[in-house]
Structures are given as structure tokens and as C-alpha cells.
């Protein structure tokens, strides 16, 4: 009988802990049409969001929850607070920022990210942006790099309004709608003609409020010929109480821009995470996705790149660690639209201690979309038999013109490599930690160092024993 | 009438979780079946089979609780519909080398379901060739529902041969159960019916059972394709293959769904599906879902999909070589069907099938 080995459970001591909601302005629980009314009136929106809002409580109401992927019967919205304003006003200096808001962020390292590595730095408190900085040379290179509530109403009104909810609309399915209805927070990035940014811009969702809902939006438009990459991260202490993420990313990518977009998830074990992220690409665009999934109680995220423009190129590139109690539904959709378009996903999924991890995907190649190339790899290891991996990859190929690859693979740690590495000297829980570590490595290897980091000790693969 | 229900349900814009046949059916019972080559140590009952006293009772309840790929709909019309069952059994270690051959000649207008039982004893071993077959130009309907069970150390070959015409409308459910140390080959070519719906669950439940399956599929002129396989796999160490081939032509339509379920328990099961798909045109639909469902670490499950147009080396090696592109894609779509008509090892079948594809490819 072999000795079985564990992979520790993430470690959460660094993101699990809560600060006083003392003096913060709660709304009620629940999804009215009085509460909607309330938060568009909190945050002074214009005429065409409020209508936007009530009519997408409309949709919501009038669309059902899923009948596929995890159950969410767990999420009641009537428990859920969907605005929760800190008591202060958003900063672009840390001094001004409440000490209890500003310790939080400095346990979590993004001040000082921010000086070592980024370009500019978002960082949101439930549901407002407590800070928001940029550095002054980007400014100068015209990069607009604001909270969603004043781009809303300022220079860049009209193209907010142009774009906002117009790539993932609110009848996009009822998760979509509840955002339409209650979004509060995120990020506006505009990227001129031409700016190629060298440092990355990072955006840091905190939900710090028990039994409340967090829905930032974040716009990204980045003009021809420019370059960004942007990073999302997010995490939140553990309640008893079912937490609720609803966000939606936008993303336009011009032609023969470029943008990569890079997210760690790690919210708490009570987290319903339920967020859609979409990315609509021009002629010779590129739009990279780096995804890291380790929080959440529930999670459907599945990245979807609209591969528009003649020759435009999609990556995704993801993990996704499920642990105890966790029931994580992750993926990424590809649309291709145009001619020559290709698109490459690559995906590892891990699961342990009971969790279950599904990867699911979709390809669509539409008639037009002539030389259309596609490739689809995805990976998920097993580290004891009391979890779950399950993969649902679907291609739907309209035209003869493309090339289409798939392919998958469920497994535990090889006893030959494990066997062989030994045979080389190393000790029997080094080479399975090794193993696991080379598992993740090409989604680590995509990520900054820092965030590599961050991953490998999200993971953190203290083995013992053997695993089999 | 729903069909071919996936296991797990995935979006719904994809239109996978299931089909829907939408047309009224109203059978006439013509087209009848011509059995031929029954070998020794084989026996065969026609109709009301439970009175014949061929086969153990308990037996028989087992098959007939087994449920086909189409769904339970499916299987609720076989038994509203078909009076009995045709049912060959292979006595306790008989091994027979020689095919039991069943024809289905139908005609133009024909509208009939039948039910078929084939049950391996302990040890025995049987290949099964059914063929269904029309002229081109007939229209009809055909459900077939066919249920196998392969005892301890059985073996059950079951080749399937569909060379219906185009205005025909075909169900195919096979149902399988295979015990310790048994194996289930299934070899099928799905070449006519103009909307054909193909079910198939095999259960592994034995230790060290197994399952080969390959399939070869030609889509012309519009046909619909409809194909839901199910593995899943109780047994220890039970292992399953299963390998889909074709092409798709001129307007036709073509959906695959493949699941392996390597269930809790199955400790060193494996499972394997492949599906290579040639796109010979534009207005083509080619869908493609080849899910793993994993509840046990001790496991390897894989999959594997190509999907597209001739590749351009083979095109260009071909066409240096003097073929046109029209000659080489119709040698490339041969090849690959080759690959699974080769499989049979009975001339009549094989030849049956060449004489398919050479009208095909007119």
C-alpha cells in the first residue's frame, strides 16, 4: 500500500483578514427597484445610466439562472447587499487614504507594487475605488487611466457611452443584467493611437463587507497600434455568509493593438464568482489572457476574445486550483469572425482535498472566417481520489477553410517520473513537488515575477509522502 | 422527440445538449431482416423472445435494463413500439469466428423500429454483422435499437453498416454492458440517411473490461449527423478506446458528442477518444464535443480532435504527384474511411461499402 502525499491547501492567512465596516454606508439587502433607483442616485449617474440600470433589472427579472455548470442555489439575493461605500473619498495619494483601508492594501502589497513595478494603480474598497493613481510620464503619453464613475460623467463621456455594456449587454444572461442593474467601481483605460506602455497598469478589487456583492466594470480601449498589458487582481476575507462577484470586463482592442490582460482571483471560500470578461478584436489585434482561478466557493469565468478583424489573434493562457469546497467552472470562449484569425488556449486545472474543477471552452469558427486556426490544450491532475476533474470542450466549425487542434488530458503524477527522478537523487517529495511546479509553469511563466510569485505561493505545494 | 442527451450539460448556444427529432412518426412494420451464417453454439429467437426459453430470465431483465445513447425517449418509443426482440445468444464457451450476418433490405416508404438482444455467455466469443440498406433514392424511416451484454471473459463484435438512402430518416441506439475481463468491439460505418441519430452507452462495469470503438462517417449533400457516445467506466483497470473518422460535404452537418466517465472507483481505468473530421467545403457545420468526466485520481482519460480542410503538405505532395485537389480530397476521404472499413473482414460488407462510395463520390 503506497503512502499517500498531500498538497497543502492554499495558504490564506495573507488575504483573510476583515476590517470594521464602522461608518460605512450600507444599502439594504436585496434586488428592487427602489434599491437600483437608490445606488444610480448615490452615484450621481446620468439620465442614460439610470434608464440603463432599471432596464436591465428588467432583463435580470426576466431571465433565468442557468441550467448547466454549478449549483448557485446558495446565493439568495435577497441577502445580498449590492452597495457598500467605505467612508471616504477616492485618493490618488496613500497618505489620504483611511488607515484601516490603506493597511489592507499595504498587506497585500500594492503600494508597494505600485512603486516597484506599475505604471498605475486602481484599487477599489467594496463598492468604491478608494485610490487611484498614475504615474506622471504615462499621463503625458495621453493614457487615460480613471475610475468608471468619472470617466462617466467627464472628458470621455460620450465614449464611455458608446461602449459601455455594448460587448457583454445586459441580455447576455442574468448575471450580465444584474451588473447592468447595480455595477458600481471599476477602471477606464484608453490607450491613443500608437502609446505602447512598457509597465503594466494594475486594477486591486477588495471585498472586505460580510454578505455583500461587489459589480466593477472595467473598459479598456486601446487604440491602433498601442500596447497594454493590465492586471486585475482581487481577493476578500471568509464569512459564513455567501459573498457575490459580479464584474464584467470590456475590452476593445484596435487594430494591430495589443493588450494582455492578467487576473489572479483569490477571493474567499464563501465567494460566488460569477463574472464575464469579453474582448473584441480589430484587424491584426492581439488580445492575451492570463488567468489564475484559486478563490471563490463557485466560480463561472470563461474569458471570450470576439476574433473580428482580418488576421486578429487570440491566447489564453489559464490555471485553476480547486480545493476543499470549491466547485470552480473555468474556461475561455474563442469566436472567430474574420479571415486568418487563430486563437491558442492552453489550460491546467488542479484539483484536490474534495475540490472540483471543470474546464469548459467553446471555438466557434464562423463561415467567413476563412483560414481560421485553432488550438486547444488543456491539462488537469488529480491529487487524491475524493476530488473531481471534469473537461467540456466544444468546437463549432463553420467553414471548410481552418485548422483545427484539440486536446486534453486527466491524470494523476506519473510514478515513472516520479520513479525517474528519484533514480536521479532527488527525495520522493521533491520530484512530485517538482512535477506539480513544471504543471503550472507555463501559466506561471506568463505572469510578472511578482505575480509568479504570488501564484507559486497560492499553490503552495508542500508536499509529503507520495502521492498514488 | 428528444435525443442524445449529454450526460453534463454545457451552454446552450451550442445547441449540444441534445437533438430533437421533429417529425411525426408513424411506422408500417416493412422491412423485414434476413439472417444468415448462424454458427454452431449460437441461438438465435425471433419475436416474443421472453416465451422462446433460450435465454435466463434473469439475463434478459439485466439487458433490457440497460439504456441506449439516444435517451430515454428513445428508449420509451423502442418499447411502445416493437411487439419483441430479436435475441442471439452465445452459448457458455463457444467461440465462433464467422460473422452471424443480419440484413435489413428496406424499400422506399418503409417505416419500422426493431429491437436486437445479443448476449455473449461466460467465455463465448461472437462477431454480429447488421447491415441496413435501400437504394439512394428511397425515403423511409428506421430505428434500430440494439442491447449487448458480454459476460465474464466474453467477447461481443458487433459491426454496423448503414447504407440507407438519402430520404430516409435513421436511429441507431446501442445499449452494451461488459463484465470481468470482457470485451465489446464496435464497428460502425454510418454512410446514408438523409438526418441520422446515433446513440451509444457502453458500461464497463466489469474489472479489466473493455471497449474499442471506430466509426467512419461520410456527410453529402446536406445529410445530418447526429452521434452521442457514452463510456462509462465502474470496472478496475477497465479500459476504452474509441476513434470517430469522416468527412463532411456540400451543405451537410455533422454533431459529435463523446463522453468518458471514469467513474469513482475505477481505479486504473483508461480511457481514450479521438475524432478526426475533413471539411471537403464551405457551407459545412462540423460540431465537436469530446468531454471527460474524472471522479478518480488512479485514471487516464485523453482526447484528441482535427478538425479542417485536406492539409496543404498532403495537398501539395498530392498534387506534384498529378492529382487534382477534387481527386485528392476524394483519396483522402477513402483513406480515412478505409481505415475503419478495413476493420470488418467480411467481403460482402466491404464491398457493399465500396460500392457506397464510389456512387458517393460520382
Known sequence: MRERSEVNDIDRSAYDFKDSEEGFYRIKEGLT?????????????????????????????????????????????????????????????????????????????????????????GAQYDSELVYHNVKDEVSKT??????????????????????????????????????????SGGSFVYVPPGVKLDIPLQSYFRLNAAGAGQFEHTLIIVSEGADLHFIEGCSAPKYNVANLHAGCVELYVGKNARLRYSTIENWSKNMYNLNTKRALCEDGATIEWISGSFGSHVSYLYPSSVLKGKGSHAEFTGITFAGKGQNLDTGAKMIHIGEDTSSFINTKSISKDGGISTYRSSVTVNEKAKNAKASVSCASLMLDDISRSDTVPAMDIRTGQC???????????????????????????????????????????????????????LIRLEMKGAIG | MKLNKLPTLTWNFLKLNDAVLDEKITLNGRGKSVIRNIPNGVIVGNGGCDNCGICDPSTLEDIRKLKTGLGDEADSFFESVCDGSLTIRAKRDIKVEEPLCINYELADGDKNAVKQEIIAEEGSSITVIMDYSSKRS?????????????????????????????????????????????????????????????????????????????????????????????????????VSSLNVTGALRDGSCKNFRGTIDLKHGAKGAK??????????????????????????????????????????????????????????????????????????????????????????FE
Open chain 2, 271 to 360: 480511457g481514450d477518444e479521438q475524432e478526426s473530421a475533413l471539411l471537403l467545403s464551405d457551407n459545412v457545420i462540423n460540431k465537436t464535443l469530446p468531454i471527460i468526466l474524472c471522479d478518480e485520481d488512479d485514471v487516464e482519460g485523453s482526447h484528441g480532435a482535427t478538425i479542417g480542410r485536406l492539409s496543404q503538405d498532403v495537398l501539395f505532395y498530392m498534387q506534384s504527384r498529378g492529382f487534382s485537389e477534387h481527386e485528392a480530397e476524394v483519396l483522402m476521404t477513402r483513406a480515412q474511411l478505409n481505415s475503419v472499413r478495413g476493420m470488418i473482414g467480411d467481403e460482402k460488407s466491404v464491398g457493399a461499402i465500396s460500392q457506397y462510395l464510389e456512387e458517393a
Open chain 1, 33 to 121: 427597484r427602489q434599491i437600483v433607483e437608490q445606488i444610480s442616485e448615490e452615484k450621481h449617474d446620468p439620465e442614460w445610466m439610470r434608464q440603463f440600470r432599471l432596464r436591465s433589472l428588467d432583463i435580470y427579472n426576466e431571465l433565468k439562472v442557468t441550467d448547466w455548470g454549478p449549483d448557485i442555489s446558495g446565493l439568495n439575493m435577497d441577502d445580498i447587499v449590492t452597495y457598500v461605500r467605505p467612508n471616504t473619498k477616492m485618493s490618488a495619494k496613500w497618505e489620504e487614504v483611511p488607515e484601516d483601508i490603506k493597511n489592507t492594501f499595504e498587506r497585500l502589497g500594492i503600494p508597494q507594487a505600485e512603486r516597484e513595478s506599475l505604471a498605475g494603480v
Open chain 2, 138 to 238: 428511397d425515403s423511409g424511416f428506421f430505428a434500430v435499437q440494439t442491447k449487448l451484454k458480454a459476460e465474464k471473459g466474453a467477447k461481443i463484435r458487433l459491426v454496423k453498416i448503414e447504407l440507407l438512402g438519402r430520404g430516409f430518416t435513421g436511429m441507431d441506439g446501442i445499449a452494451a454492458q461488459a463484465g470481468e475481463d470482457a470485451e465489446i468491439e464496435l464497428i460502425q460505418m454510418e454512410l446514408g440517411c438523409g438526418k441520422n441519430y446515433v446513440g451509444v452507452d457502453i458500461e464497463l462495469d466489469g474489472k479489466r473490461s473493455s471497449f474499442t470503438g471506430n466509426t467512419g462517417y461520410l456527410c453529402i449533400n446536406g445529410q445530418k449527423l447526429d452521434m452521442n457516445y457514452y463510456i462509462g467506466h465502474t470496472g478496475k483497470k477497465s
Open chain 1, 142 to 183: 495621453g493614457v487615460i487611466y480613471t475610475d468608471m464613475e468619472s470617466a462617466l460623467t467627464g472628458e470621455y463621456a460620450d465614449m464611455v457611452k458608446d461602449h459601455f455594456m455594448k460587448l457583454v449587454p445586459p441580455t447576455d444572461h442574468k448575471f450580465a443584467a444584474l451588473h447592468g442593474a447595480v455595477w
Open chain 1, 403 to 457: 485548422d483545427i487542434g484539440h486536446e486534453a488530458k486527466i491524470g494523476r503524477i506519473s510514478d515513472d517520473a516520479v520513479f525517474y527522478l528519484m533514480s536521479r537523487g532527488i527525495s520522493e517529495e521533491d520530484a512530485k513537488a517538482m512535477i506539480v511546479s513544471g504543471f503550472a509553469d507555463p501559466v506561471s511563466k506568463e505572469l510578472p515575477l511578482e505575480y509568479a510569485v504570488e501564484m507559486n505561493n
